[in-house]
């Protein structure tokens, strides 16, 4: 079974330029996230998606980042424009997304990708 | 608000010895799971092991063992036997009631754990 795939792996842009991150999730999975893990600390949920609606957007920065997952399957992140402090490893996981299992289970597991490293000069 | 703390930034161990990586958590709900990844330098998340609430019996997984004390609300990885491929970046992580009914996970800070030979 695939992975989550995550391209591209690494990306060097100068501040104030645009860029999209591309995330293909397991298939059947209908749940997706964006996690964005700054240098040094753990990874924070920036968006997740059940199937092509989004379920939690309350730390995307609105006014600079865009996700969609329009198909309700692969998704794109986009930021623009990029500041300084966007410098960061963005991670993409996808889990089944079902009804089972509640919160104590393992049921829904999330898989993560590889990541993007983006470095903003 | 629910939080993990990993208190230890940075952890040395000798190779074949084990090691204990510290992990507590702050939660008012009664349905949880905890997990622990190894982030190694090429940058992807692996799993390791998953404890849910209540679950009584402490989860093991190969060299992985999560020891958790509820009353403590502590969830620490044991990793028995290190090897030198165990150098990486560990986090704990807690799933929690979230927007939907897969929840949301939310992470410590995590530790760099060394493995010397």
């Known amino acids: 079974e695939a992975g989550v795939a995550q391209s591209p792996r690494y990306k060097i842009i100068e501040k104030r330029q645009s860029v999209a991150f591309w995330c293909n999730p397991i298939s059947g999975h209908a749940t997706l996230y964006w996690y964005q893990q700054i240098l040094g600390q753990g990874p924070k949920l920036l968006i997740q998606?059940?199937?092509?609606?989004?379920?939690?957007d309350s730390q995307l920065p609105k006014d600079r980042f865009s996700a969609e997952r329009l198909k309700g399957v692969d998704s794109t992140l986009k930021i623009q424009p990029a500041k300084l402090e966007d410098s960061a490893v963005y991670l993409c996981?996808?889990?089944?997304?079902?009804?089972?299992?509640?919160?104590?289970?393992?049921?829904?597991?999330?898989?993560f990708g590889p990541g993007t490293r983006l470095t903003v000069l | 608000a629910q939080k993990i703390t990993q208190t230890q930034p940075g952890m040395f161990v000798q190779e074949k010895e084990a090691v204990t990586l510290d992990c507590t958590y702050d939660t008012s709900d009664q349905s949880y799971g905890l997990f622990w990844y190894k982030q190694p330098s090429s940058g992807e998340m692996i799993f390791l092991i998953y404890q849910g609430s209540y679950d009584e019996q402490n989860a093991t997984e190969g060299r992985y063992s999560l020891n958790f004390q509820k009353a403590r609300k502590s969830a620490n990885l044991v990793i028995s036997a290190s090897q030198l491929g165990d150098s990486a970046m560990y986090f704990c992580?807690?799933?929690?009631?979230?927007?939907?009914?897969?929840?949301?996970?939310?992470f410590g800070q995590g530790t760099t754990l060394q493995v010397k030979p």
């Open positions: 996981a996808s889990s089944f997304g079902g009804q089972g299992g509640g919160l104590a289970g393992r049921y829904n597991e999330q898989f």
């Open positions: 998606f059940q199937n092509n609606g989004v379920v939690d």
């Open positions: 992580a807690m799933r929690t009631p979230g927007s939907s009914n897969t929840g949301k996970l939310i």
